[in-house]
């Protein structure tokens, strides 16, 4: 059974960086891509970043330059290093798992920036 769980959300405020984690189990996860999307109220999920298997990634526009994705095929985990957060980063952050056009996703994180 495939479970991905995140963590790391919170309140902080506008400037503030927040490190946001997956801990992958069941899948074998250096062989998938990962990836970090987020939801925020009233809108679409859309894509934050994403890393490949070999460790390739891509980062969004919005969000280039201040969110760093990254993971650590050891520990079976899946980070994002959001730095600079504006109040337009507020959101339910999920993390993905995806492998021959299957897709997993954890629960997600809320990340709330508001002064």
């Known amino acids: 059974q495939v479970q991905l769980v995140e963590s790391g959300g919170g309140l902080v405020q506008p400037g503030g960086s927040l490190r946001l984690s997956c801990a992958a189990s069941?899948?074998?996860?250096?062989?998938?891509?990962m990836g970090w999307y987020r939801q925020a109220p009233g809108k679409e999920r859309e894509l934050v970043a994403v890393?490949?298997?070999?460790?390739?990634?891509y980062a969004a526009d919005s969000v280039k330059g201040r969110f760093t994705i990254s993971r650590d095929n050891a520990k079976n985990t899946l980070f994002l290093q959001m730095n600079s957060l504006k109040p337009e980063d507020t959101a339910v952050y999920y993390c993905?798992?995806?492998?021959?056009?299957?897709?997993?996703w954890g629960e997600g994180t809320r990340v709330t920036v508001s002064s």
């Open positions: 890393i490949s298997s070999g460790g390739s990634t």
């Open positions: 069941g899948l074998t996860f250096g062989s998938y891509a």
């Open positions: 993905n798992a995806r492998r021959d056009r299957v897709d997993y």
